[in-house]
């Protein structure tokens, strides 16, 4: 069992900076693939980032390249994503997941949600 708490979210202007984090609990965390969706009002659930569990492997969609970093602390039980050049289009809410393969999109644990709001 993980526990996933996102924090970081805000409001920004468009061109502006935040860095997401995502606290886990338990001993297992560097046994997990990690990886960030986003949700905005009304449309389906996109994936970000992923990272592997200790080679620092990564991937993202076309729509955050360049501008999304996903990073992990397995000392700190925590996974990052500092988002910069944000977009109002990048307005959602943010989830942090715990799973199995970089490559699949069905992850096992799940956060609350942190909500970014960019600002034209």
């Known amino acids: 069992q993980v526990h996933l708490v996102e924090s970081g979210g805000g409001l920004v202007q468009a061109g502006g900076s935040l860095r997401l984090s995502c606290a886990a609990s338990?001993?297992?965390?560097?046994?997990?693939?990690m990886g960030w969706f986003r949700q905005a009002p009304g449309k389906e659930r996109e994936f970000v980032a992923a990272?592997?569990?200790?080679?620092?492997?990564?991937t993202y969609p076309d729509s955050v390249k360049g501008r999304f970093t996903i990073s992990r602390d397995n000392a700190k039980n925590t996974v990052y994503l500092q988002m910069n050049s944000l977009k109002p289009e990048d307005t959602a809410v943010y989830y942090c997941?715990?799973?199995?393969?970089?490559?699949?999109?069905?992850?096992?644990?799940w956060g609350q949600g942190t909500q970014v709001t960019v600002s034209s």
């Open positions: 338990g001993r297992t965390f560097s046994t997990y693939v």
């Open positions: 997941a715990a799973g199995s393969s970089i490559w699949s999109r069905e992850y096992d644990y």
């Open positions: 990272i592997s569990r200790s080679t620092g492997f990564t």
